[in-house]
């Protein structure tokens, strides 16, 4: 199982695209930086995170929702908030990390 | 478990250094090791000791001396990134003639090779940047 991490909001770049069309289907993709805003309920990108989230599992560090003012209870259902020390047990418990910029 | 590490972005510019940096931490306190923290691209200017960043500020180069010094981490700055950005230690001053180094403690100038090896031999490979 892959873990894959976007570290750019879908509003600047299309990384988050490119991650949901290439990660196979079980993977696990943790949004940090800016690829927090993709998150948001009812944002432009909800409907399409939401389809790759029926087959992925998403997650999204907690410090970086916090730097942005973004309310935790304002996500996408399903979102699961991690901290740092969850980014490290995620990475150990996934075989290869990819890194989406 | 054995994490390597690669920035590829400078301080201050996103947040790339940040999140390796807390990511880093955050290894070591879940009783981790990290193998080598590679610095390429513009990841090269996290290693200058001449940053004063102000004093209420994180201090993004020091943060790494200090964690390199605590936990005996091995952080390498890519020669070919740094010889092109005026990222210079006592040997690159003498190769180059130089008036001056600027590379802060705990970080070494060596070659890409350093990060094929650094995913070889690590566990886990985690790039941060742009």
């Not at chain 1, 935790?72 to 901290?83: K, N």
């Not at chain 2, 200017?45 to 993004?60: F, I």
């Amino acid at each position: 199982m892959l873990l894959h991490t976007v570290n750019k909001s879908p509003f600047e770049k299309n990384s988050l695209d490119t991650c949901l069309r290439l990660s196979a289907p079980g993977s696990c993709i943790l949004l940090i930086e800016d690829g927090v805003y993709a998150a948001l309920a009812g944002g432009a990108f909800a409907a399409q995170l939401q389809d790759g989230m029926r087959a992925r599992k998403l997650y999204a560090i907690d410090a970086d929702l916090q730097a942005r003012g973004l309310d935790p209870a304002g996500l996408i259902d399903g979102v699961e908030v991690i901290d740092y020390r969850g980014f490290v047990e995620l990475a150990t418990r996934c075989d290869q990390v990819q890194s989406w910029f | 478990m054995k994490f390597a590490i690669v920035v590829n972005e400078g301080p201050y510019t996103h947040q790339a250094s940040d999140s390796a940096y807390h990511f880093a931490r955050a290894a070591l306190e879940g009783g981790h090791a990290i193998y080598r923290v590679f610095f390429y691209h513009d990841g090269v200017h996290n290693g200058t000791r001449l940053a004063s960043p102000p004093q209420d500020e994180r201090d993004v180069v020091n943060r790494w001396s200090k964690l390199a010094a605590e936990h005996d981490i091995d952080l390498v700055v890519c020669v070919a990134a740094a010889q092109r950005r005026g990222i210079v230690d006592a040997a690159e001053k003498k190769r180059h003639a130089k008036d001056a180094d600027n590379i802060a403690p705990g970080f070494r100038i060596s070659g890409l090779g350093q990060l094929i090896e650094a995913g070889i031999r690590a566990d886990r490979l985690m790039a941060f940047g742009d």
